[in-house]
Structure formats: structure tokens, C-alpha cells
């Protein structure tokens, strides 16, 4: 117990952020049978980060290395987020360009991994490509005009979530490196920063969850 007080008062945020991976997921869960697929991806991805989060603090717990798992966890965010936004686009072309940025991301992912450290390059491949998904998902809605409130439509809302959570830490895991070479105050500024987005992410995320009861009727 004293290592979990330890880590506790050393890493608050990560324990916050540790209870919205539960929240978030429990709500998704529970709304599980009656949403649609890119949602229920949703959860999986969901799901893996409240795995990720549990091994991790296991191996901190002991001390242990735990930097591979983040960059294992890489590929797996890239797959939900595919899968997710394939279920997303209605027309086949737009699924074939989802797949293929995401079969790439995935094969520049797999160059660049490391079971050593941290892999900066995976961390912002994974946001540069949510980044353009959820750009292609908007242009698309604003295209297309086949929803009716966009306040109310699921997606907006985790979408929206989503990019605020890469585009706010794209550059914090792009220079995750230099961050362990500063002092722990200035890291743990911009490592606390990220756990802030990803809570938010969350409260969209929950809000999505919420709205996805009206979105059969929602649709033009």
C-alpha cells in the first residue's frame, strides 16, 4: 500500500485519469447492446486503454520497465480508431482510403517500435493519423448534410473529443524524449497536460455515449 500512496501523490492526474478509463467505460458498456458499430469500437478502444493503464501500473508498482507497453498499446489505438471511422463512412471509397492510411500507419508504427523506450514516432503517428480521420469525418459531415442536429449526432461529439485529445498532445509525445532530460516539474507539467485532454476526451466521449439514443432518427 505504501508504493499505491507513493505513486498516488507523485502521479495524482494518472489516478484521476485512471477513474474516467472506469467511467467511461462502464457507460459504454452499459449502452453496449443498443449502439452502432463505430461506437461499440469506441468501447474496445476504450477497454484497452483501462488494460494499458492497469498493466502499467502493475509494472510501476514494481518498478519495472513498462515504456513497450505504451508503444504496443500504439497499434491497437490505431486499430479501433480505423475500424471505427471504416463504420463511420457510408461510401466504399472513403473505407478503402481508411484502411489504407490505417494499414500504413500500422506498418510505419511497427518501423519505428522499440521495446527499449518510449517511441516518440509511435505516439505521433497514432495522433497524426486520428487527426486526419476525424478531419476527413467532419468535411464529411459538412459535405454530405445527412445529419440532421449535429449537437445531438454521437460522433460529432467523440470525434470531437478525440481531436482535441491528439491535437493538444501531438507535440508533447513528439518531443517525449527531450521531456526526461528536463527537470521533473517541467515534465510533469506537460505530462499532467495530456491526462487533462484525455479526461476531456472522456467527458465527450460520455456525452457521445448519451446522444447516441437519437441517432437512428437523427439521420436525414
Known sequence: MERLQELASNYPLDFVADFFDVFILTIGLYKFKNLSWEMRFFVG????????????????????TNFYIYNIYSFFEIFFITAAYIAVFKKPYQKKITAYIGGISVILNAFFFSFEELSAL???????????????????????????????????????????YA??????????????????????????????????????????????????????
Do not use: P
Open 45 to 64: 478502444y476504450f477497454f484497452c486503454t483501462f488494460i494499458k493503464d492497469l498493466i502499467s501500473l502493475y509494472f510501476a508498482y514494481y518498478k519495472w
Open 122 to 164: 509511435n505516439f505521433t503517428i497514432f495522433r497524426i493519423f486520428t487527426i486526419i480521420m476525424v478531419l476527413m469525418h467532419f468535411v464529411t459531415l459538412l459535405s454530405e448534410m445527412t445529419v440532421k442536429n449535429i449537437a445531438y449526432y454521437s460522433m460529432f461529439w467523440i470525434s470531437s473529443g478525440l481531436l482535441l
Open 167 to 220: 491535437t493538444g498532445t501531438l507535440f508533447t509525445f513528439l518531443f517525449i524524449k527531450y521531456l526526461y532530460t528536463v527537470s521533473r516539474e517541467t515534465r510533469n507539467f506537460f505530462l499532467d497536460s495530456t491526462q487533462v485532454l484525455y479526461i476531456l476526451f472522456c467527458l465527450f466521449s460520455a456525452v457521445g455515449f448519451y446522444f447516441s439514443r437519437y441517432d437512428r432518427e437523427n439521420f436525414i
